[in-house]
């Protein structure tokens, strides 16, 4: 296959309308000034940094200044009545064809979500379950008017750092029960199982996983330094820059859908990539999705 090229790759976006989590800084600011560059009809994204987002919005414009841009101020670690307000009031589009689950958080010191999850686990997997519950209804309308709906969830190749049975259920509100990167790997292997459960009851909506590859992005502020010192100088010859890190989200976002299998783990750029046996493993899966039902069953979808 041909090196990806976002200038040429990306089809005209006219009339889509994508959401973006993350996309304050790094990986995900990229995916929305190349998204823009292609004429969609909106785009909103989603973060924290609410100067860093008025930034993107302006950046976004210059690229597109036909897009409609809208920053939601949304921390993924409050709760899921605030997550599903900040959405609420600022999402009110009719369609959505392309959802990315990109914002996250790697290694960080142990704590809890406002809700009593853990850190990495509420920020990168689970507020993205509450979100994706949340727009299903518009994302299941969209593929029913005959589009052709992606569901892209940023995970890692850290997936395969995951603690023994790769996702600790009766810990999930501890802070600490296992190191660092096995939490992170935890959360990061649940998102490749998420899409794999959504294809099951989903197919009609495209959900894939990709990992976007190595660099130094915001992701290393708030980890742990000694143990991202080591592991990001054994991995130096292996770092992108942060456009270049975007290209595999934007690969499976909008790439002809023929190239695509639903429910895969592809890494950078668009390399189908054998599951690891516990991203693959179709019991967790399931194990995961009544899970994630049962702990969001009080989640009201926006209609
Ligand atoms: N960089 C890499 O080498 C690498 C490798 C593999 C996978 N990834 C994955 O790529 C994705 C993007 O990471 P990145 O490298 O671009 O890192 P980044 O520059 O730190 O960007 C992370 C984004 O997530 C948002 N975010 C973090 N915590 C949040 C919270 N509690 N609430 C709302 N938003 C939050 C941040 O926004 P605010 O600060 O505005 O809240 C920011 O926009 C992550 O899922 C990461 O796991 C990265």
Redesign the pocket.
């Known amino acids: 296959m041909p090196p990806f090229n976002p200038d040429k790759d990306i089809p005209d976006l006219s009339g889509k309308v994508a959401f973006i989590?993350?996309?304050?800084?790094?990986?995900?600011?990229e995916i929305i000034l190349f998204l823009a560059s292609h004429n969609p009809a909106h785009i909103y994204f989603?973060?924290?940094?609410e100067e860093?987002?008025a930034t993107v919005v302006a950046a976004a414009k210059a690229k597109g200044p036909n897009v409609e841009v809208t920053f939601i101020k949304?921390?993924?670690?409050s709760s899921r009545a605030k997550i599903r307000q900040a959405i609420a009031e600022s999402f009110k589009s009719d369609r959505l064809d392309i959802f990315i689950a990109?914002?996250?958080?790697?290694a960080t010191p142990p704590g809890l979500t406002e809700e009593g999850f853990e850190l990495q686990w509420g920020?990168?997997y689970l507020s993205h379950a509450v979100i994706l519950q949340l727009l299903r209804p518009v994302l299941l309308r969209t593929a029913e008017s005959g589009a052709d709906v992606r569901h892209v969830q940023?995970?890692?190749?850290?997936h395969n750092y995951a603690p023994s049975g790769g996702i600790q259920f009766e810990n999930l509100r501890k802070p600490d029960a296992v190191g660092e990167f096995a939490r992170y790997g935890q959360s990061?292997l649940a998102q490749i199982l998420y899409c794999k459960a959504m294809v099951k009851r989903y197919p009609q909506i495209t959900s894939v996983a990709v990992?976007?590859?190595?660099?130094r992005?915001?992701?290393l502020?708030n980890a742990k330094q000694s143990l991202i010192k080591s592991f990001f100088s054994a991995t130096s010859f292996l770092h992108k820059d942060?456009a270049e890190?975007a290209y595999s989200p934007l690969w499976a976002a909008t790439a002809p859908l023929p190239k695509l299998e639903n429910g895969q783990y592809y890494e950078p750029v668009g390399k189908k990539a054998g599951p690891s046996k516990l991203a693959g493993d179709e019991a967790l899966a399931e194990k995961l999705w009544e899970w994630t039902n049962n702990e969001l069953k009080d989640v009201e979808a926006l209609l």
């Open positions: 989590t993350g996309g304050t800084s790094g990986i995900g600011r989603t973060g924290r940094n860093a987002g949304c921390d993924l670690c990109n914002a996250g958080i790697m920020t990168n940023v995970t890692s190749h850290g990061k990992h976007p590859g190595v660099g992005t915001g992701l502020k942060a890190l």
